[in-house]
């Protein structure tokens, strides 16, 4: 086994060293029987104490996934069928909460066979038969078959039997979990286009789109409780990001000013923010302007129109941050290879927009090393030393960047213009913008240039007229503290409500309607 990467500190220790040594079996295709280097070797390269090693591989050798072999040390098991189940099905049923790490793992098992598959030289396309079974289910019970057996004929030519064993097992544990908690049927043609769009990714021999299918099909898996029975939801994005912060504010204002209780959700960001919107998890959420565009209209990684989409109102558009630690000697971003980076949190926009970025400067994902963090715990692993920087979209200015620098020297690499110019052109909504921040308090805003993402808040085509009509009068009326707006102008409403390229929500027409009569009848622009 080559070095292992050392692990991104985010929950118990023992449980993240268990994952990172899972992703390396997985990542080196080792097989039953290959033995892992000895605990102390081992424990150096992750940078953690043997005890807490022990503790993790004693984890892996309850699941089956390893085991001790007398005088030789630590060896990848063979698989046994019902280990799996007998160890995490009573986990699942006392704490469901549990499900959602059991999502990540089969993600990460997933995207690693997918990945090996699409390298192989021949490929056996009789999955595409699977793939039709998947499209013509009629019945929540044909649709887990069906993605059961799609998936393991997907799988056929990966050699490493205990990986996929466990991925199967995994698979199907999350699968009959979501139909337990009628999550499954209302979403199958949302599966159906996530299934489509990894076939023809694979196909195009597409790793990066392959994995963004699996992440998507991931994601429609996951059974959340948030938004049953707690009234109005909004969707926002990671703990402590732009999002986030925005939605305490927005909830505050409307609260305040329209007596409307509003509570939010953290998710993985704009992409899953559309999804949660389409199945009622949420009744407004925040997302970029071109994903709402994409899935609006069936494109890119919606292969599916989301029709119901409405907007509310556009937000306050959002800069790339690419930030790197001082004592890397990172001056540039084309010096990120070989560099321990995050580009967000997994299911977040951060990762598209840096991947973008990164490839114009002559980066794939394969040269550099990328972990999937929030901010809260990039910030944390750039602290330790467990990062080199990290990717974030994020308004103006960057609120913890300060607070960062003083605990860690930081610097902000800026995007060339060129790097700009060719991304732009592939992205209409995309903007070159300025990042101004401040590393030191009384320090006179140091500018650098990036990108800028407009955003926008939308609703389900279907949500009370008179809850979106509330908000976009709040907004409309706190323009200024919310967004940074001016307002009380016929250009700050134009900023808000015009140019967006998905329709207005009926709310916002009747809010629009009734301050244009307003406006009318004072025979100025007024306040509205």
Not at 165 to 185: G, K, P, Q
Not at 277 to 287: A, C, D, E, P, Y
Not at 340 to 346: E, K, Q, T, Y
Not at 374 to 393: I, K, P, Q, V
């Amino acid at each position: 086994m080559k070095t292992v990467r050392p692990v991104i500190k985010k929950q118990k220790a023992s449980t993240q060293i268990a994952r990172a040594v899972l992703d390396a079996i997985v990542a080196e295709g080792l097989k039953a029987g290959d033995r892992l280097p000895a605990q102390a070797e081992l424990a150096k390269q992750l940078k953690v104490s043997v005890p807490t090693l022990r503790e993790a591989i004693e984890r892996l050798e309850l699941l089956g996934i390893v085991r001790a072999v007398h005088g030789v040390g630590t060896v990848v098991s063979e698989p046994s069928g019902d280990i799996l189940p007998r160890a995490l099905g009573p986990l699942l049923a006392a704490q469901p909460h549990k499900h959602a790490e059991l999502i990540e793992l089969l993600r990460l098992l997933q995207a690693a066979i997918v990945r090996a598959v699409i390298r192989q030289e021949d490929q056996d396309w009789s999955v595409v038969t699977e793939m039709s079974s998947v499209r013509s289910s009629r019945n929540s019970d044909q649709l887990i078959q069906n993605l059961l057996l799609f998936f393991k004929a997907l799988h056929q030519g990966f050699s490493n039997h205990t990986i996929l064993s466990l991925c199967n097992l995994v698979h199907e544990l999350v699968l009959f979990r979501a139909e337990e908690n009628d999550v499954l049927w209302p979403r199958v043609e949302n599966l159906k286009a996530a299934v489509t769009g990894l076939i023809d990714s694979i196909k195009a021999r597409d790793e990066d789109g392959a994995v963004q299918h699996i992440s998507a099909y991931s994601n429609l898996l996951a059974w959340r409780s948030e938004g049953d029975g707690r009234g109005v939801v909004l969707g926002t994005g990671s703990a402590g990001g732009s999002f986030d912060r925005f939605g305490e504010r927005l909830i505050a204002a409307v609260n305040e000013r329209a007596g409307v209780t509003i509570e939010s959700i953290p998710t993985g960001g704009g992409i899953e923010n559309v999804d949660l919107t389409g199945l009622g998890r949420v009744q407004l959420s925040i997302t970029q302007m071109d994903v709402a565009q994409s899935a609006y209209n069936g494109v890119g990684l919606f292969r599916a129109p989301r029709g119901f989409i409405r907007a509310v109102c556009r937000l306050a558009p959002l800069n790339l941050w690419a930030v790197v630690r001082a004592d890397t000697d990172i001056t540039q971003l084309g010096e990120l290879k070989q560099a321990r980076i995050s580009a967000g949190a997994v299911g977040s926009d951060t990762a598209v927009v840096a991947e973008k970025i990164l490839r114009q400067v002559g980066l794939s994902p394969h040269d550099y090393r990328a972990f999937q963090l929030s901010l809260l715990n990039a910030m944390h692993a750039l602290r330790t030393g467990e990062l080199d920087g990290f990717f974030y979209l994020s308004q103006n200015p960057f609120v913890s960047l300060e607070e960062l620098n003083h605990s860690v020297p930081v610097c902000i690499l800026p995007i060339p213009a060129e790097v700009s110019e060719a991304v732009l052109s592939e992205h209409e909504s995309w903007q070159s913008s300025q990042a101004r921040f401040r590393l030191h308090t009384g320090d006179q805003p140091e500018i650098v240039p990036t990108i800028g993402i407009p955003t926008l808040l939308i609703a389900h085509e279907a949500v009370d007229t008179q809850l979106v009509r509330a908000v976009a009068d709040t907004v409309e009326h706190r323009a200024d503290e919310l967004l940074g707006f001016e307002r009380s102008t016929a250009d700050a409403r134009r900023a808000l409500f015009e140019g967006i390229p998905v329709p207005l929500h009926d709310g916002v027409k009747e809010h629009l309607g009734t301050a244009e009569e307003r406006i009318e009848g004072s025979g100025h622009d007024a306040a509205v």
